[in-house]
Nanobody, 125 residues
Framework: QVQLVESGGGLVQPGGSLRLSCAASRTLDYYAIGWFRQAPGKEREVVSCISSSKGSTSYADSVKGRFTISRDNAKNTVYLQMNSLKPEDTAVYYC???????????????????WGQGTQVTVSS
């Protein structure tokens, strides 16, 4: 079992930055991590993900060049640095984990076993 707790959300103006954190209850050495978001009335979508091995990463086209995912296994924490935020980035952001030894990352909601409770990000002037 892995418990995940997101933090770092809030209200930010367009063009601003936030850093989300996903803290785990145990080591994440063998877990691939994904950040997802869900806006009102929309399906949950992948934002970014990172493999357990080699730190391979993937980003949704809508956030490429603006968001950066990283992990600090010593702190059992994964981060999502979000820059140049836009109103369309407004959503509840979730982190998720799935057990994996490989350098693969996972893009689909159903591929993840463990989820955090989410943190609200609102981009508005």
């Amino acid at each position: 079992q892995v418990q995940l707790v997101e933090s770092g959300g809030g209200l930010v103006q367009p063009g601003g930055s936030l850093r989300l954190s996903c803290a785990a209850s145990r080591t994440l050495d063998y877990y691939a991590i994904g950040w997802f978001r869900q806006a009102p009335g929309k399906e949950r979508e992948v934002v970014s993900c990172i493999s357990s091995s080699k730190g391979s990463t993937s980003y949704a086209d809508s956030v490429k060049g603006r968001f950066t995912i990283s992990r600090d296994n010593a702190k059992n924490t994964v981060y999502l640095q979000m820059n140049s935020l836009k109103p369309e980035d407004t959503a509840v952001y979730y982190c998720a984990a799935t057990f994996s030894y490989s350098s693969a990352y996972y893009l689909e909601v159903h591929e993840y076993e463990y989820w955090g409770q989410g943190t609200q990000v609102t981009v508005s002037s």
